[in-house]
C-alpha cells in the first residue's frame, strides 16, 4: 500500500502536477513512512518554489535519519535553488557520502564548478561508471547504502540469474556479503570476477580488502604489491598497500605510503587514524594522539578519532573536548553510529574524572546502541557449547590420541577478551624462543569451513564432523594452521596464537595439534565482564554489548572450560589474573614451566619490550604490574544488578 501511494506520487510529480502530489501526500501521510511523507513532501514543495517548507521538512528528515542520501541530495538541490553554492555542495557531498549510486549529487557537484580538481575527477568518474550501468544494479547499490540489505541481495541475484557473468553484479553481491559479514562467499565472489577480469580494479580493490578482513595478511601483501605495480598511479593501490603493510607489521614502509597519500588526500580522516592506529601499536603515544586529533580536526564529527583516544587508555580528555563531545550528542544531525564512538569517548572522559554515574549513563548508551544491531543470540551460544561437549568426549581423544600434526610450536591463549590474555602474551613474547603473532582467526576459519559455512545450530555439521576425520585429514589441516601462521613469525621456535574465542574449539585444536600449548587466563567475574562492557571493540565480541549477554557467556564460557579439564586432564594451564598481579615472579616461572621453557629474565621485565602490541592494552602492559584495576568494577556496582544477578560464577 504504502509503495503504491508513493509511486502515485511520484507520478503525478512526473506530470508536473506538484499540487496534487502535495495534497496526496497530505491526505494519505497516515499511510505512508514518516521518512518517505518528509522527503515526497519537501520535494513537491521545492517544485512549488516554496523554499522555506521544503527545507523544514528536509531538515525534520535529516533529523530523523542523518545517514539518508537522497535527505542530503535534496537539500542540495533546494539550496541550489536558492543560489547558495557552499551549501549545495555540501548537501551533495553529503549525499554520495552516504549513497553513491545518487547520479544527481554528483552532477550537482560538477554544475556548482567547486574549486577541487580532486572533487570534480571523483564526480565525472562516478556520473560515467553509473551512466554504462544497468538501472537494476543502481537500485542495488542505492539499496545497499540505504541498509536494505535483503532488498539488495534479492535484486543483484535475480539479475545474476539473468547476466550470469557480469562482473558488476558479482562484485556488488560480494559488497553485500562482506557488508553482512560473509566473508568467505564474498572472497569467493571476488576470485570468480578476477579470473572473468584479471585488470579490473575495483574488484581487485574488493578482493584485497575482503583478504585483509578475513585476516589472510600474507595474502593481502602479495596482491596489494602487484596491484600498486601495475597501477602505482592508483590512490586506492596506494591505500590497500598502506593497510596491508601496516598488517603484516612492516610499519615504516605503511607509514610511508600514508604519508604519500596525505600528500594527495590531505583531509583523509580514514588514513589519519589508520596512522594513529600504527603510532599506538609501536609504541610511539605522543604522535598517536597527534594524528587522531588530527583527524577530528578535519572532521570534527568523526567519532573514531575520539573513541581511539579513549582506547589508549591513558589519554585525558580536556574541558574543551568534553563540552565539544556533548554538544554533538546533542545535534540532531549526527548519526548514531558517531554517536555511538563520542559516547564510549565521554564515558571514559568521566571515568578519568570519577564521575562514574554519568559514565556508566554513556557506556549503557554506547552499548545500548551496538546491542540493537547485534546479531548474537545467548542460546545459540548455549547450543554450541552444549553441541562441543557432547561430541568432544574421552573416549573422541582416546580414540585419536597423538593424531594430528605434530608440532609444539602453536601456543595458545584464550578466555575471555579483555582478562589478560595480552599481559601473558607479553610475558611469553619477551622469551628469545617465542614469536608473537595476532589473534589469528585461523582456529574459527578451519571450524566454519568444517560446518560449511553454516550457523552453529542443533542440526550443525560442526563439531560433529570431528568424529569421522582420519588421522591424515587432522593432520593436514594442523600443518596448514602452522603454515598460515609463518607470515607473522620471525626467529622463534615458538609462536602465540592470542584469539580468545579459541575456548570454544579445543576439541578441534587438540586432535589437530596435539603437542600445542593451551593457556586460559580467567578473571574474577564481575572485573572481566565489566571490562568487556566498557570496551567498543572493532568488531565481534557482539555478545559484550548486553549485561545479561555478558553473564550468560560468561557462565557458559566456564562450564565449557569445565568440560575441556575434564575430558583433557592436565592438558590446559589454568592461570588467574589475579594470581599473576599478585604473585608475579611464580606465575610466570609456572607459566613457562608449563611451556618448557627455560627462565629468562626479559620474562619479568615484559613492559621493557619494544614489540608491537595491537590489543585495547597496549599501554598497560609497557608498564609494569600494577594490582589498582582489580576492583575497579566496583566503582560502577550501582549499575551493575542485571550482571551481578545474572552470574553463577
Known amino acids: 500500500m504504502t509503495e503504491s501511494i508513493s509511486k502515485q506520487v511520484e507520478q503525478l510529480m512526473l506530470s508536473k502536477d506538484f499540487k496534487k502530489a502535495l495534497e496526496l501526500c497530505n491526505e494519505k501521510a497516515n499511510e505512508l513512512s514518516k521518512k518517505q511523507y518528509l522527503y515526497l513532501t519537501a520535494v513537491c514543495y521545492r517544485y512549488l518554489e516554496d523554499y522555506d517548507k521544503a527545507l523544514s521538512y528536509i531538515s525534520h528528515l535529516i533529523e530523523l535519519d542523518p545517514t539518508y542520501g537522497r535527505a542530503f541530495q535534496e537539500f542540495g538541490h533546494i539550496h541550489m535553488k536558492l543560489s547558495d553554492k557552499n ?28 574549486s577541487n580538481d580532486g572533487l570534480i575527477e571523483l564526480a565525472q568518474e562516478n556520473i560515467k561508471y553509473l551512466k554504462d550501468l544497468p538501472p537494476e544494479l543502481k537500485s542495488v547499490i542505492s539499496f545497499i547504502h540505504e541498509g536494505k540489505m535483503a532488498k539488495a541481495d534479492l535484486l543483484c541475484r535475480d539479475f545474476l540469474k539473468h547476466h550470469p557473468h557480469d562482473i558488476e553484479a558479482m562484485r556488488l553481491l560480494a559488497q553485500i556479503g562482506s557488508d553482512l559479514y560473509i566473508y568467505e562467499d564474498a572472497e569467493f565472489l571476488l576470485e570468480s570476477c578476477l579470473i572473468f577480469d584479471p585488470d579490473n580494479i575495483k574488484i581487485k580493490f574488493d578482493y584485497i580488502n575482503i583478504l585483509i578482513k578475513r585476516q589472510k595478511f600474507g595474502e ?5 604489491k602487484d596491484f600498486y605495480e601495475s597501477h602505482p598511479e592508483n590512490i586506492n593501490s596506494l591505500k590497500v598497500l598502506a593497510t596491508s603493510l601496516f598488517r603484516t607489521d612492516e610499519y615504516e614502509k ?15 580522516t580514514d588514513v589519519l587514524l589508520s596512522k594513529g592506529h600504527l603510532y599506538k601499536t609501536s609504541g610511539d603515544i605522543n604522535k598517536s594522539i597527534t594524528s587522531y586529533k588530527n583527524a577530528y580536526k578535519v572532521d570534527k564529527f568523526f567519532g573514531d578519532a575520539y573513541w581511539s583516544l579513549a582506547n589508549l587508555k591513558t589519554y585525558k580528555f580536556s574541558n574543551d573536548e568534553i563540552k565539544s563531545l556533548n554538544s554533538m550528542l546533542n545535534d540532531k544531525f549526527v548519526s548514531d553510529d558517531e554517536k555511538v564512538f563520542m559516547h564510549f569517548a565521554l564515558a571514559k572522559a568521566y571515568e578519568d574524572d570519577e564521575n562514574f554515574k554519568k559514565s556508566f549513563e554513556h557506556y549503557q548508551k554506547g552499548n545500548d546502541y551496538k546491542h540493537m544491531k547485534s546479531m548474537f543470540n545467548l542460546k545459540d551460544f548455549e547450543i554450541e557449547c552444549k553441541n562441543q561437549k557432547e561430541v568432544c568426549t574421552k573416549d573422541l581423544f582416546e580414540t585419536k590420541r597423538d593424531w594430528g600434526f605434530e608440532s609444539t610450536e602453536p601456543i595458545f591463549i584464550l578466555g575471555l577478551p579483555r582478562v589478560g590474555s595480552t599481559l601473558i602474551e607479553q610475558i611469553l613474547s619477551s622469551h628469545s624462543s617465542v614469536d608473537a603473532t595476532h589473534e589469528l582467526p585461523n582456529i574459527i576459519a578451519t571450524a566454519l569451513k568444517l560446518n560449511q559455512r553454516q550457523i552453529q545450530n542443533m542440526e550443525s555439521r560442526y563439531p560433529d564432523i570431528l568424529l569421522g576425520l582420519s588421522d591424515p585429514q587432522l593432520k593436514l589441516i594442523g600443518e596448514k594452521y602452522v603454515k598460515d601462521a609463518e607470515v607473522f613469525r620471525s626467529k622463534g621456535i615458538y609462536f602465540i596464537d592470542k584469539m580468545p574465542n579459541n575456548f570454544k574449539h579445543i576439541g578441534l585444536i587438540n586432535l589437530i ?7 586460559d587466563i580467567r578473571r574474577n567475574s564481575m572485573s572481566a565482564c565489566f571490562s568487556c562492557y566498557k570496551q567498543l571493540f572493532a568488531e565481534g565480541q557482539e555478545f559484550t554489548y548486553n549485561l545479561e549477554n555478558l553473564a550468560g557467556y560468561y557462565n557458559g564460557y566456564v562450564d565449557l572450560m569445565e568440560h575441556w579439564n575434564d575430558v583433557l586432564p592436565n592438558k590446559i594451564l589454568s592461570i588467574k589474573y589475579e ?10 616461572q609456572r607459566i613457562l614451566d608449563y611451556c618448557g621453557l627455560p627462565f629468562e629474565k626479559a620474562c619479568l621485565e615484559f613492559y621493557k619490550s619494544k614489540r608491537s602490541v595491537k590489543t585495547p592494552s597496549a599501554e598497560q602492559v609497557r608498564q609494569p604490574i600494577y594490582t589498582s584495576g582489580m576492583d575497579y568494577w566496583k566503582n560502577y556496582e550501582p549499575y551493575l544488578d542485571d550482571l551481578k544477578n545474572n552470574l553463577k560464577y
Open 513 to 519: 595439534l596435539p603437542n600445542a600449548k593451551i593457556i
Open 579 to 588: 594470581d599473576v598481579v599478585n604473585d608475579f615472579d611464580i606465575s610466570v
Open 254 to 268: 605503511a607509514l610511508e605510503l600514508y604519508d604519500e597519500i596525505l600528500l594527495k588526500e590531505p583531509k583523509n
Open 220 to 224: 593481502a601483501l602479495h596482491h596489494a
Open 87 to 114: 551549501k549545495a555542495i555540501k548537501g551533495y557531498i553529503r549525499a554520495v557520502r552516504h549513497n553513491p549510486s545518487l547520479q544527481a549529487s554528483w552532477l550537482g557537484i560538477i554544475a556548482m564548478n567547486p
